[in-house]
């Protein structure tokens, strides 16, 4: 079972050279995103990593959100019938991350679970035009969604596991008191913050984020982490870049991934 549903997640990893700089193969997990069977394929089998590898030890899932969006989106806001739902993304919550009809993860109350009537369906679905009605299975199939691919799995995993998820953010995008560290990526450098009460000392935390390159945002996330004295058990991603050697970069913190790429 393990090994279909990590073909199935495989399938959906498309390849993108020279992008965004010339030299740099860029794996695209967006069509995972779009599929709901292999997005859900996923976050179980990260899921079950963690269950078997951490039991009941863990305290909250840490979902990493390093890049801002590439151009500037219409503000959305959700009509009166569907709010309650994600005070910042309700939108692409919507059936993209579960594909579950009239259900939508809350990622402004991580762990929550929104049921929705079909008045708010139908007032979701009013607010995309784009978006085709009702399908056979999931309802509404496939949302826009705004750059952030560590919050696509943190808050999903997060809510397999009956946890809550922190956020880590670009920095200059958290309110209030924050922390913040800059690293280097495999093509630029960025900067990581974390609210200073998002955690209490001694609280066990997994790290999550879509991709493992050089290692160099979640080395960052993990020092953030320390700085909070939060106990970081591992740090886990859907793909690896192993030629860049990431998980060096994390030792002696444990990493685990799915899918391995030169």
């Given at each position: 079972m393990a090994d279909s549903e990590l073909q199935l997640v495989e399938q959906r990893i498309r390849s993108f050279p020279d992008f965004p700089t010339p030299g740099v193969v860029f794996r695209d997990i967006s069509p995972v995103l779009k599929d709901p069977a292999s997005f859900r394929a996923a976050i179980g089998l990260l899921a079950r990593h963690l269950k078997a590898t951490h039991g009941g030890r863990i305290d909250y899932i840490a979902g990493e959100c390093p890049v801002a969006a590439s151009r500037a989106l219409p503000p959305l806001r959700a009509p009166r019938a569907a709010r309650g739902l994600c005070a910042s993304a309700w939108g692409r919550a919507f059936g993209v991350l579960q594909g579950a009809p009239g259900r939508a993860p809350c990622l402004g109350r991580p762990g929550r679970v929104v049921r929705l009537s079909p008045r708010g369906r139908r007032a979701v679905q009013a607010s995309f035009p784009q978006v085709p009605g009702p399908q056979p299975r999931t309802g509404v199939t496939e949302l826009p969604g705004l750059d952030s691919r560590g919050f696509l799995?943190?808050?999903?995993?997060?809510?397999e596991l009956g946890l809550g998820c922190?956020?880590?953010?670009?920095?200059?995008?958290?309110?209030?008191?924050?922390?913040?560290?800059?690293?280097?990526?495999?093509y630029g450098k960025a900067e990581l913050e974390i609210q200073k009460d998002a955690l209490e000392p001694g609280q066990r935390v997994v790290v999550v984020d879509d991709l493992l390159a050089t290692g160099g945002t979640m080395n960052a996330a993990c020092e953030l982490l320390g700085r909070l004295q939060a106990e970081v058990l591992e740090c886990v991603s859907l793909v690896e870049l192993t030629s860049l050697k990431g998980r060096e970069k994390l030792a002696p913190v444990p990493f685990f991934s799915l899918l391995q790429y030169e």
């Open positions: 799995f943190g808050p999903s995993l997060a809510q922190v956020l880590i953010r670009k920095r200059g995008k958290l309110p209030g008191p924050t922390l913040w560290a800059s690293y280097s990526l495999e």
